[in-house]
């Protein structure tokens, strides 16, 4: 079983909305992942920067609905903007858990470095979810406030007990790698710039291939393309497939009969 | 399986921030050949920053003389003094029949006068130009090391000035693909920087299918992407053979073959 743990929803954010219908955009998305022999998504919602309350409740709302007109190959975050007030965020957070989206994005809204995080963290680390966070090294080009790996180290060490998932592998490079190597509750996925050769063995190596999870970016990237930097990674058997969907089945906490399959 | 591929976008050497797994040709050619790749147009790494070109040139050539799915490339700098002597060398010795620049690493504008009388040899020696328009993302080199990519303009620029002139865009980004080849009938783009979701589909509909080539920029970049962008698309077999080999085939037919008499 094939898990991507990193899509954005097709969305128009001009309208704030998804593409078309709930039913609709999780059919176009899964006919792209059906081309390329991917099972099951999991969706990180924002659509537009600096969402204010109701925006999250919007885009999280849309999440639920995506992931509800496709229970059984649709998984869902609940994407938070950490400069909101903690009271909103927390309640907001249990309420999607509670609905049943499985863990938090962020992005670039707050530094993984800012204490605004703090809060999540303890949560996420309380219900046993895990946080999917946005992490490059950019030489040119960087947000405001977008995090690096180290940034991410900093969140590890603050909150040993978290799960996290640091994005894009191959935009945080050998650099990025090594930053989160200690930290034993931080995975990566595959995602990231272009698919640099060597990259995914050179985490699996270092980091072990429990820790390592196919995510594409997609539809930013191509479902087909991103499969190949796995595919094409000199691995094991055994190593393709925790990187491919036992360690997200794991995190997304998938029951067995799904994980057989 | 699209059977076949004709890889236009293939280096071999050694790259001071990337630790490739290929360090030969027989690791090169075999790796290819597991990738489903039947030919494949190779340069040397090391003239992106090395003065002369010639001297890893020259080891390429003669450590790839024994594949014949190997075809080398000469690598150019039209502002060093010789380069006309280094090419005559390169087709009468080594029978090369390709020439790659890159205008950025070696800090030319494409509108010098010296890249106009390269042009105009090429053009008389029915020899393809490939453009490297940039060898990292800009996003994450090294900042010491900071190499813009060639402006897609200018490359569409010395095409429109030299008609005869057959320019090969070699890992330019999606949003310069129309750029390049809008108005010109003898730019050509690779597969290997440009992605979006349903990547050749959505190409198709921005740049006639007929300039699109398949690279898969091997070792920088996993080859298998490039691949499964071409195999798992959405589309016409016919277009996919097209991109996989019958474009660079047609782009190459005034080429003569590897082991002929050329001169
Ligand atoms: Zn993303």
Redesign the interface.
């Known amino acids: 079983m094939i898990i991507d743990i990193h899509v954005h929803p097709p969305a128009v954010p001009a309208k704030r909305s998804l593409i078309g219908t709930p039913g609709e955009t999780a059919a176009r998305m899964l006919a ?1 992942a059906d ?2 022999g991917i099972n099951a998504l999991c969706i990180l919602g924002r659509f537009w920067p600096y969402p204010d309350e109701e925006g999250i409740r919007q885009i999280n709302d849309a999440t639920l609905a995506l992931v509800r007109s496709r229970p059984d190959r649709l998984y869902g975050l609940c994407f938070l903007n950490p400069t909101l007030p903690a009271r909103f965020l927390l309640a907001e957070l249990d309420r999607c858990l509670d609905a049943g989206l499985r863990g938090v994005k962020l992005e670039y809204e707050v530094n993984a470095r800012d204490a605004r995080l703090d809060p999540i963290l303890k949560k996420v680390t309380e219900r046993g979810v895990f946080l999917l966070h946005h992490a ?6 960087k947000c405001a406030h977008e995090s690096d790996p180290s940034d991410i180290a900093h969140l590890a060490e603050r909150h040993p007990r978290a799960q996290i998932v640091m994005a894009h592998l191959t ?1 945080c ?1 050998m650099r990025g790698v090594l930053d989160i190597q200690g930290f034993e509750n931080v995975w990566v996925d595959t995602s990231g ?6 990259m ?1 063995e ?1 985490a699996v190596n270092k980091l072990g291939s429990d820790r390592v999870l196919f995510g594409s970016d ?12 796995v ?4 691995l094991t058997e055994a190593q393709r497939r925790r990187i491919l969907g036992g360690n997200a089945a794991r995190l997304l906490k998938l029951d067995a009969g799904r994980l057989s399959q | 399986m699209t059977p076949g591929f004709i890889d236009v976008n293939v280096s071999l050497g050694t790259w001071p921030f990337m630790d490739f797994r290929i360090q030969t040709a027989a690791a090169l050619a075999k790796h290819l050949a597991a990738e489903g790749i039947a030919q494949a147009w190779v340069s040397a790494v090391e003239p992106i920053l090395f003065t002369d070109p010639d001297v890893h040139d020259e080891q390429l050539f003669s450590s790839l003389a024994r594949f014949p799915s190997l075809f080398p490339v000469k690598t150019i700098n039209p502002l060093l003094g010789g380069w006309r002597a280094s090419l005559e060398r390169a087709l009468k010795v080594h029978r090369v029949r390709r020439v790659k620049i890159h205008p950025n690493y070696h800090q030319f504008a494409l509108n010098d006068p010296r890249v106009d009388a390269m042009a105009e040899e090429l053009v008389r020696r029915g020899i393809p130009l490939l453009i490297q328009m940039r060898v990292e993302d800009e996003r994450n080199q090294h900042p010491l090391m900071q190499v813009p990519g060639v402006p897609a303009e200018t490359v569409s620029d010395l095409a429109a000035n030299h008609p005869a002139l057959k320019v090969v865009a070699l890992c330019a980004y999606r949003g310069e693909a129309a750029t390049l080849v809008a108005g010109r009938r003898n730019v050509w783009v690779d597969l290997s920087f440009i992605e979006c979701q349903d990547t050749l589909e959505t190409l198709c509909g921005e740049i006639p299918a007929d300039r699109i080539l398949f690279g898969s920029n091997t070792p920088f970049l996993y080859t298998r992407p490039a691949v499964m962008k071409v195999t798992h698309a959405g589309i016409a077999a016919r277009i996919r053979t097209s991109v996989a080999c019958g474009n660079a085939r047609t782009l190459g037919s005034r080429i003569a073959p590897k082991m002929d008499e050329i001169l």
């Open positions: 792209a081309r390329a490059w090294y950019k030489t040119v080009g935009a490079g710039s272009q698919p640099f050769s060597g995914v050179y997609a539809p930013i990237r191509d479902f087909a393309a991103q499969l190949g930097r595919q094409g990674a000199q």
